[in-house]
């Protein structure tokens, strides 16, 4: 299934880019996502700490992704 | 619910009559408002300028979740939740928060609430300029 | 602390906008904001308009002491409380108070804390004028 | 000694009139200058309660009134 990772704030400068197309196979959680992203960006380990939204919403680690979602990184929000 | 609510995500100033004159009803006693405004330093160190920038479509379905659960939890009249992204200076305004409730304790607690809840969940993201680069 | 707070009170117009200008300040990262209006009912009776009478220079005497202990009790940074008197239609404004500090709670609180006080210690009276006379 | 009364709120209706000019012997408290206000005006026994500034201050009940002090009958406030 194709996975279109987004990624904002800090994250995106260690992803180096924007969009990212994942390629993955069924059955893939958020959680096992976060691993093969840190696995494919080493970077990332340094982020302390990041949440994942799935199709614009925050997801939770158990979610399975699906073909076609938009996945977000969401590195500690600064608004307001 | 929708005629209750009033989220604004833009590029360019915001406007305190704009978010009063939105919330502002006959039948309320009390309107709680809160203005964020960039400060001129952080920590100590001089700050030049801040440069916010968001994920746009989400960040506009969490304030509006935000405001959803404001109105639910402390049954509040009307809310208006305005972010300004791209780039601002000292003194300008990135957020402002306007509750009208029949009592005032409920348009506080609210829009208390709401400001704190926006800085820990909607995907804005602010970038400090320093003097020293 | 003299240019620290602003208390008004007059008969006629009071300025949201006014208000703001004073308490905003470059060090301050939050503004809290209280505007009550005049209800158009009181426990279901429908009110035509209010008219408001103080004992006017201890209210301003009462007015600077709440802003003195606000300053003093949560460390904020400008207070402006401005209230009208005389005649008020539904939606007109009878008091704003606007709060600047460092940090937002205690923008929160010292806002809280000065309409609350208000309402209990300025000499200021209302008179509830209703539909059926 | 001679002391000024300002009414205010429902209490003017009460009074008729504001000020009242009160002559008074010396040692009078604010409570004492309650009671001698009740005597005088018996409806204020209607007001459920009031408050005495003295010289635009509130008053303590133990507070020793003085010659050309002025005094307001505050009925509860309803500001805001």
Redesign the interface.
Known sequence: MKIEALFFGMSRDLAGQSPIIFELDEGVTVKKFREILVKNYPLFSELDSFAIAVNESYAEEELLLSDKDTVAIIPPVSGG | MENKIFIKLIEGELS??EC?EYV?D????????????????TKGKEVLKLQ????E???V?EMNLIALKAIDMFGIHKIAIH?AVGNLG??EV??IIAVSS?H?EA??KA??FA?DT?????????KEFFEDG
Chains 1, 4 share one sequence.
């Open positions: 305190l009559g009063y502002q006959d039948s309320c006693g009390g309107l709680a408002l809160f203005v964020g405004t960039v400060r001129n330093n916010f920038s968001a994920y479509p989400m960040a379905k972010h000292i003194g990135p957020v029949a005032r348009a506080f829009c208390q400001i926006l800085k820990e969940t909607v995907p804005i993201w602010k």
